[in-house]
């Protein structure tokens, strides 16, 4: 039986993907079919960095796990909020920000 909270049968990167001197950090995990997404963790923005800014490849969809935070698409004038259970769009090769002020946990699902 497999649980909603846990991926089986999957391959994950050693090598953490690190950002912002280790304030994003992501994991790449494979599963059998080819499908690749990524699991990761978000601390807290401050006065040095008020928002993360990332680039996409290919489009994304970004689901919260844990916390919330506010995004900005690129190409858009406002933030938008999102919490634990809600998702977002990216498109690829674009890019948008990120602000939380308590750790978010998220999964992106690789669309392309």
Not at 12 to 29: L, P
Not at 66 to 75: D, H, T, W, Y
Not at 95 to 105: F, I, K, T
Request: proline share 3%.
């Amino acid at each position: 039986m497999t649980s909603p909270n846990r991926f089986d049968h999957v391959s994950v990167e050693k090598i953490a993907n690190v950002y912002y001197e280790g304030r994003t950090f992501s994991r790449t995990v494979w599963f059998e079919d080819g499908r690749k997404k990524m699991l990761g963790i978000v601390l807290p923005c401050d006065a040095d960095v008020p928002a993360y800014e990332f680039k996409t490849d290919s489009s994304e969809r970004i689901e919260i796990l844990a916390g919330e935070c506010e995004v900005k698409l690129a190409g858009e004038e406002a933030f938008t909020y999102y919490r634990a259970g809600q998702a977002f769009l990216v498109e690829g090769h674009s890019s948008y920000e990120l602000r939380n002020e308590a750790v978010v946990q998220y999964i992106c699902h690789l669309e392309g």
